[in-house]
T-cell receptor
Framework: AQSVTQLDSHVSVSEGTPVLLRCNYS??????LFWYVQHPNKGLQLLLK??????LVKGINGFEAEFKKSETSFHLTKPSAHMSDAAEYFC????????????FGKGTTLSVSS | KAGVTQTPRYLIKTRGQQVTLSCSPI?????VSWYQQTPGQGLQFLFE???????NKGNFPGRFSGRQFSNSRSEMNVSTLELGDSALYLC???????????FGPGTRLTVL
């Protein structure tokens, strides 16, 4: 079965400190993995994607993620948080089989304090 | 390039009514997928259209339907609305099937 587990429903950091949002996945196939961000009352914006090329993926706004097959993880990191990073983040799996439906984690709300 | 657009952005309906939501994909994108987002269930896949044909369907009742036109624009329809249909409905487009999906801003549907 294909699934995504975001290990923290809420993460709080101070501005200027590192961000770590954790994601584990389960897939019978070699998946594509994505991180999307959703600001209040907005749609989803693509942060970065892994599609079986380099395991360390760099995205927009200083975010990056590392695909670790042995740990079935795809954690999102950023060296220094900004106030504007406060939003909900979704780890998403595309199973790469005949189906094309994205499978979403339940989301992690990131709060950034000054 | 313009992004995915969805209209209307907000809708208020009453139980039993029906509603039609519209999605215009990024120019050149041929695949359109729809998702429902609720606080309780999170983001769930509704269906995917490619070349005017439904290619994939999620686990939703038949009251939820959709279609895609020759210009790749898509509509989804919900008949006999229930209170539980209140949600943010998101449309996403991709170049082809299995490609990276880019989302629109969503339509917020409230059923009273």
């Amino acid at each position: 079965a294909q699934s995504v587990t975001q290990l923290d429903s809420h993460v709080s950091v101070s501005e200027g400190t590192p961000v770590l949002l954790r994601c584990n996945y389960s897939s019978s196939y070699s998946p594509s993995l994505f991180w999307y961000v959703q600001h209040p009352n907005k749609g989803l914006q693509l942060l970065l994607k892994y599609t079986s090329a380099a395991t360390l993926v760099k995205g927009i706004n200083g975010f990056e993620a590392e695909f670790k097959k042995s740990e079935t993880s795809f954690h999102l990191t950023k060296p220094s948080a900004h106030m504007s990073d406060a939003a909900e983040y979704f780890c998403v799996l595309l199973p790469n089989q005949a189906g094309t439906a994205l499978i979403f984690g339940k989301g992690t709300t990131l709060s950034v304090s000054s | 390039k313009a992004g995915v657009t969805q209209t209307p952005r907000y809708l208020i309906k009453t139980r039993g009514q029906q509603v039609t939501l519209s999605c215009s994909p990024i120019s050149g994108h041929r695949s359109v997928s729809w998702y429902q987002q609720t606080p309780g269930q999170g983001l769930q896949f509704l269906f995917e259209y490619f070349s005017e044909t439904q290619r994939n369907k999620g686990n939703f009742p038949g009251r939820f339907s959709g279609r895609q036109f020759s210009n790749s624009r898509s509509e989804m329809n919900v008949s006999t609305l229930e209170l539980g249909d209140s949600a943010l409905y998101l449309c996403a487009s991709s170049l082809g099937r299995g490609g990276t999906q880019y989302f629109g801003p969503g339509t917020r549907l409230t059923v009273l």
